[in-house]
């Protein structure tokens, strides 16, 4: 049986009505993980409008915590101790995490990550499946501690391909973005600006932005 499936099978016979906590930690093989869903029936119906994601260099671990009303989802995911290949984490993450996540009723999203843009266009590969995004918070975590001036300059053009983005338009209803960084460079600001200006020219202005330094992780 595909691990995947076996998960799911054992999830929805051990449901139960009054379950509202599910801590799923996931240790991924020699195998590439499919696309099959794995939450509960009890679960899945019920709106989780909250997403916390922390996502390691090269995919090789994944942390990711759903929030709604009285019901919670933690899931863990480990590959590299394994020896999965990088290609097929990068694939999956591309392919199959959008699919077994319940991403088109998020509201509001914290991304964490140590590595930007590795590989190309996975933050805006992810924005396709989050439309009801209204607040984004992203933070770069420093592993070093140190000011990483680069690596925050490839986050604010990241950032700013997301937000300019028409075809198609991510995060349409974007209304506040909050970015915890470990500097804040001026021409950082800038990349940014101009890209909430183009936002703006095309109807879609936010309401708030915030920028400020904190070393401290977010994922609760």
């Keep these: 049986m595909d691990p995947?499936?076996?998960?799911?099978?054992?999830?929805?016979a051990l449901e139960v009505p009054r379950l509202v906590f599910l801590d799923l930690h996931w240790h991924l093989s020699e195998w590439t993980p499919?696309?099959?869903?794995f939450l509960l029936d009890a679960?899945?119906?019920?709106?989780?409008?909250?997403?916390?994601?922390?996502?390691?260099?090269?995919?090789?671990?994944?942390?990711?915590?759903?929030?709604?009303?009285?019901?919670?989802?933690?899931?863990?995911?480990?590959?590299?101790?394994?020896?999965?290949?990088?290609?097929?984490?990068?694939?999956?993450?591309?392919?199959?995490?959008?699919?077994?996540?319940?991403l088109s009723g998020v509201e509001e999203s914290h991304i964490l990550t140590y590595q930007w843009?590795?590989?190309?266009?996975?933050?805006?590969?992810?924005?396709?499946?989050?439309?009801?995004?209204?607040?984004?918070?992203?933070?770069?975590?420093?592993?070093?501690?140190?000011?990483?001036?680069d690596g925050h300059m490839e986050l604010a053009r990241v950032l700013s391909r997301v937000l300019e983005s028409d075809s198609p338009v991510l995060f349409p209803r974007l209304a506040h973005l909050e970015l915890v960084v470990g500097t804040i460079p001026l021409a950082f600001c800038e990349i940014i600006a101009r890209a909430l200006a183009r936002r703006h020219e095309d109807g879609r202005r936010l309401r708030k932005l915030r920028i400020c330094i904190d070393h401290q992780l977010f994922l609760q």
């Design 4 to 12: 995947a499936a076996g998960i799911s099978y054992l999830m929805n």
């Design 43 to 102: 679960l899945a119906p019920r709106p989780m409008p909250h997403l916390a994601l922390d996502v390691s260099p090269g995919f090789a671990e994944f942390d990711v915590m759903l929030h709604g009303c009285n019901v919670s989802l933690f899931m863990t995911l480990r590959s590299v101790q394994f020896g999965v290949p990088d290609e097929d984490r990068t694939d999956w993450a591309f392919t199959g995490l959008p699919t077994v996540l319940p």
């Design 34 to 37: 499919s696309s099959t869903p």
């Design 117 to 149: 843009d590795t590989p190309p266009g996975f933050l805006s590969h992810l924005a396709t499946y989050m439309p009801a995004v209204s607040t984004l918070l992203i933070k770069y975590d420093l592993i070093s501690g140190e000011e990483d001036v």
